[in-house]
């Protein structure tokens, strides 16, 4: 082993279990305090393993494959595996908590006056190291002392200008927000209801309105009732009317069902997922076809000013995006946009389905070509100029060499950054949301607009629609992963097939 | 040798785990120790949107020194109703957040905020449509601090008197264009997606509507009105305004370029709130503000009000102080007086109003303009109609039938309803 190599792997190990350390270091004490020990024991297992591994000569191969692996896995396979975890519930706005936190929602919502209720003035005290409240009613002056237990009168205390008392026998007045959870917590019984602090210096009587019922797993109001739905996680009444708060639940694959038995959802579907595939291949096919005939003609060795043209190429890749769609959109604008302006017409551009299509795609065009164009003139340098001037010398034209020679060559080397662009493209939410928003809309048809993607369609459904509703869109979502993943398949065992033939 | 090395890695692995466990304790042990001071411990954290925090900041601080706390105002620059129903839930949210009155309805169904309790003097302090636009359910849910509304500016050079009517105002705006002194009729916002906020007061002078009411007076969820005959009638008078009408409401004028089209005087009446009146100040532009005209014999063109209140998260760690802050300090005139100079928009003290109005004639006529305002529905289900509305405005705007856009309207709201 020469002395780089031995200096590179000393630094590489010492910043390996370096960072590993101080994520450890980082992230056990929060997980200590919320109890997660399951957590813990892979975070302490994980850093246990990977100490050994680098400290040891053994396992060479391992050393290198690891960091990768486990950035694979944080990254990639978890939100996977959460994502379609989460298309198993209702979880949505309205569906985030537990019953319990429905429960205590609903009895806080309901806490309401005692009518005639006394206001007292507040001073929040301890005695012998328990919160209690100094109570003085405003109006006859006297003064209480509320606890767990109850009221109970204090003799000597002294009550300052505010209303409060300020001094009291036996109490220790508290600051500020201090205690500040014993403070909330404290709610003094009465014959009604019980005596809570509202903020600092004022209590009143409250009794709540409505109350959990355990035996029969129902919220009671008087003479109304919610019984507990775990199905819908709603309180439900008789004529199915539900209070708002509710709870998470699973619901199996109603998520996934509901993309196919939802008319609404169903017969837009597939027009949406055509558009879809038109839109990723023809942006992928466009901006590949402009970048790389920009990067062939840079090439040619007769080209002059090259430095010049490739920093204007890569121009519109070094602008910011989102400001650069907005602006785009503007343009595009019927009476102030700059196309109509420059060709004095009064077109509607982005109003039209086929319009606001091609727009789209245009500024795809724009946004795409640099990206393709520094990719293919890297390709370009690593195939050696020889083949294309032997291929001359026999005889073929200089389409016959780009075509047999040339083009075989680069595909090898771009076709997994193509099928990487597709997957991004088919989801390019930023350019339809910034540009069209999915629109324009069809006049009887108000669900999915012309130019929207499935991934713009499933955010409007799921999280515009009345409330956030995660658990749907991540179904639908998972059905994304699995339309995607399953191009890419296909597409790169065909470049694998190539791959032998070229190699 | 391979013992030296194997006693290396288990020292090195020891060492780890027990500086992890280490401070695992020490991180344990802070909390147990002392009891008291496990939640709130004297802090306040506020959330707001960027706008306000640089206004919250200074009486916020004022508010600690007051009560010997230390009060954090954080900047929350994008989706602060989302960020702060999703960290709440985590126990990461702050103790307080300011937003629209709108949210409430979102807010309550995930528990996230609860009840301001306040006392009846407290109530009749407040403006009677801001008290009302955080009541939900019975129950007063924030403290409001600010109103807005939509109005009317208009370019006091050409056009001297307020239009009383949209017909007037269409007409004035005709002559000014045919005498080429501007280019467009009016600028209120519609853009590409439509906007529901912005033309819901000449919808609703149509006599259009967009919920039924309930007993109690409150808009009805389970009536959606949007597809109603009269709702249809009010589209088909906005298509007579439209595109291939009078050419008043167009796609082209949006939110990105109304205010700035007015500010550049290709328009002589802009539809617009409090917040346009500074870039029209600084355009130089002599206006004036006035009630939105209705339709000729129609009802009234009424805007919807907006407010903006403080609420108390129901997983607040500081809770008594957060009640505190809310209810008994943000209802103090002087602070109200203090937001209204770092933010110009009408407070919702009534007090606070009768300060500010002899220095500001721009309020009382805001005032003025929403005094039949609609408090914006604080209902969840609000949030299904802005898309399917505008989508429907768009469409009749461009010159499309008003019933078949009324009735895609009305099934993709019911279709966001269903769940």
């Known amino acids: 082993m020469n002395r780089g190599v031995a200096v590179s792997y000393l630094v590489t190990r010492i910043a390996t279990l370096g960072i590993s350390a101080a994520i450890l270091l980082y992230a056990v004490p929060p997980l200590v305090r919320t109890g997660s020990w399951t957590a813990l024991a892979i975070l302490l297992a994980a850093a246990a393993g990977i100490g050994y591994l680098y400290l040891t000569k053994r396992h060479v191969p391992a050393k290198y494959l690891v960091p990768g692996t486990i950035l694979l896995l944080t990254f990639q396979v978890l939100p996977v595996l959460y994502t379609f975890s989460v298309a198993f519930t209702n979880f949505g706005d309205g569906h985030r908590g537990t019953k319990q936190d429905a429960i205590l929602a609903i009895e806080r919502e309901s806490l309401a006056e005692v009518p005639g209720a006394t206001d007292y003035a507040l001073t929040v005290a301890t005695r012998d190291g328990r919160v209690v409240f100094l109570l003085v009613n405003r109006d006859t002056k006297q003064v209480q002392v509320g606890d767990a237990e109850g009221l109970s009168p204090v003799d000597d205390a002294e009550v300052g200008l505010t209303g409060k008392v300020v001094r009291a026998k036996g109490f220790e007045i508290l600051p500020a927000g201090e205690r500040d959870a014993d403070v909330q917590a404290l709610a003094v019984p009465t014959e009604r209801g019980a005596i809570k602090s509202v903020g600092l210096s004022r209590a009143i009587e409250f009794e709540a309105k409505r109350k959990y019922d355990v035996s029969c797993d129902c919220i009671i109001d008087g003479a109304n009732r919610w019984t507990a739905d775990g199905d819908r996680g709603y309180f439900v009444d008789g004529s199915g009317n539900n209070l708002i708060q509710g709870w998470k639940v699973n619901v199996g694959w109603a998520n996934f069902g509901r993309v196919f038995t939802d008319p609404n959802v169903s017969s837009n579907f597939f027009e949406t997922l055509l558009w879809n595939f038109v839109f990723a291949l023809a942006s992928v096919f466009v901006t590949f076809v402009l970048g790389m005939s920009v990067a062939l003609a840079l090439h040619s060795p007769k080209m002059k000013f090259k430095r010049t043209y490739r920093t204007l190429m890569i121009l519109p890749y070094a602008m910011p995006a989102f400001a650069m769609l907005l602006v785009w959109r503007d343009m595009f604008n019927t009476d102030f946009g700059l ?155 065909r470049t694998r097939a190539q791959e032998e033939v070229y190699s | 040798m391979r013992a030296i090395r194997i006693a290396g890695v288990v020292a090195a692995i020891g060492l780890v785990l027990g500086a992890g466990l280490g401070l695992a304790a020490c991180g344990g042990s802070t909390p147990t120790a002392q009891p008291s001071k496990d939640k709130g411990n004297g802090k306040l954290e506020i959330w707001a949107d960027p706008k306000r925090t640089a206004a919250l900041k200074p009486f916020a601080d004022q508010f600690g020194k007051d009560n010997g706390v230390t009060v954090t105002v954080k900047e929350i620059a994008e989706n602060l109703q989302q960020t702060f129903v999703t960290a709440s839930q985590q126990g990461s949210g702050p103790d307080i957040v300011i937003g629209a009155h709108d949210w409430i309805g979102n807010l309550v169904q995930n528990g996230s905020i609860d009840p301001v309790n306040l006392t009846s003097a ?80 000449f919808f609703a002078s149509a006599g259009g509507s967009l919920f039924g009411t309930t007993s109690s007076g409150d808009p009805d969820p389970k009536t959606v009105n949007v597809g109603s005959s009269d709702s249809v009638a009010a589209f088909a008078k906005l298509k007579e305004l439209g595109e291939k009408g009078l050419g008043a409401l167009k796609t082209s004028i949006g939110s990105e370029n109304s205010i700035s089209t007015f500010a550049g005087k290709k328009c002589a009446f802009l539809v617009s709130g409090p917040w346009a009146t500074k870039d029209v100040k600084t355009a130089g532009i002599k206006y004036d503000i006035s009630p939105l005209p209705g339709f000729a014999g129609g009802k009234k063109a009424t805007p919807f009000l907006g407010v903006q209140a403080f609420y108390v998260a129901s997983k607040a760690k500081s809770k008594a102080l957060a009640q505190e802050f809310v209810a008994n300090y943000v209802t103090n005139k002087d602070v109200a007086k203090a937001l209204y100079d770092a933010d110009p928009r009408p407070p919702a003290l009534t007090a606070a109003i009768d300060v500010v109005k002899g220095s500001d004639p721009d309020l009382v006529k805001f005032l003025n303009a929403g005094k039949d305002g609609f408090p914006m529905p604080a209902i969840p289900e609000m949030s299904a109609i802005w898309g399917p509305f505008g989508n429907a405005e768009v469409a009749v705007v461009k010159g499309e039938d008003p019933a078949t856009a009324a009735a895609a309207a009305q099934t993709a709201i019911l279709a966001a309803l269903k769940k």
């Not at chain 1, 060709?343 to 039209?352: A, K, N, Q, R, Y």
């Not at chain 1, 083009?407 to 069209?436: C, D, E, G, K, Q």
């Not at chain 2, 239009?163 to 004035?172: N, S």
Request: hydrophobic share 50%; aromatic share 12%.
């Open chain 2, 122 to 201: 407290q109530k009749s302090a407040f403006e009677p449509s801001a008290l009302k636009a955080v009541t939900f359910n019975g129950q007063v849910y924030g403290a409001p601090y600010a109103m807005e509304n939509l109005a009317l500016i208009r370019n006091t050079e050409l056009v001297p008197n307020a239009p009383a009517t949209i017909e007037d105002l269409v007409k004035a705006a005709q002559d000014l264009k045919a005498a080429g002194k501007v280019s467009e009729i009016m600028c209120l916002q519609v853009g590409a997606a439509g906007d529901a906020y912005h033309i819901y007061p």
């Open chain 1, 339 to 493: 196309l109509n302006r420059l060709f004095g017409t009064h077109i509607d551009w982005l109003g039209s389905p086929s319009g606001a299509r091609l727009g789209l795609i245009l500024v795809n065009l724009w946004l795409g070509f640099p990206y393709m164009f520094l990719l293919t003139t890297g390709a370009l340098q690593a195939i050696p100029r020889e083949l294309t001037e032997a291929s001359g010398i026999d005889g073929a034209s200089p389409w016959q060499s780009f075509r047999r020679v040339t083009l075989p060559l680069l595909m090898v080397a771009l076709t997994p950054l193509l099928i990487s662009s597709f997957a991004f493209n088919f989801n390019n939410f930023n350019l339809v949301r910034f540009v069209t928003a999915g629109g324009p809309y069809a006049v009887d048809n108000n669900l999915v607009g012309k130019t929207d993607l499935l991934i713009t369609y499933t955010y409007r459904l799921a999280f515009e629609g009345g409330s956030g509703q995660f658990g749907f869109a991540a179904a639908i979502s998972t059905f994304i992963f699995i339309i995607v993943a399953t191009v890419s398949a296909i597409a790169f065992r």
